[in-house]
């Protein structure tokens, strides 16, 4: 299958096979208007299986939202046809409005407004705490 290149634009790569609509919905990239190609399962020999997210705009990303899905993601950001900057993502130290606590007594299940922030505790074991009611949350 070929998939043409983007002029200008940002390329999301190396997405673990099967998570592409996540961060899709988690981006709200259905909500913007412009061009956006989900890839699934491309051949890597790095991976075996990736998928991969284009934009044909150089767009505000929450970076956050990438790291705590796939920390082996790689951002890269296309102007005039070529690599003008490479991000690799990593666990963030924080979410804010990335999860939701999933603790009935928390504060964030009844107030509506308050903001659902957790923070890393443990980075080998992919641990968060809810920075409200300390209930943890272990990303799948």
Known sequence: MDISGV???IVIDHIKAGKSMQIYDLLGLGKID???????????????????I????????DYDVLGYVDSNITVNIVENNRLAKKLHMELPEKLINVVQCKNPRCITSVEQEIVHEF???????????????????RVK
Do not use: F, Q
């Open 54 to 61: 284009k934009i044909d705009e150089v767009i505000d990303l």
């Open 119 to 137: 923070r890393l505790v443990d980075k080998e074991k992919k641990i968060y705490r809810c920075c409200y009611c300390d209930a943890e949350h």
């Open 34 to 52: 412009n061009t956006v190609a989900l890839i699934k399962n491309a051949s890597s020999e790095k991976y075996g299986k990736k998928d991969i």
């Open 7 to 9: 002029k200008n634009g």
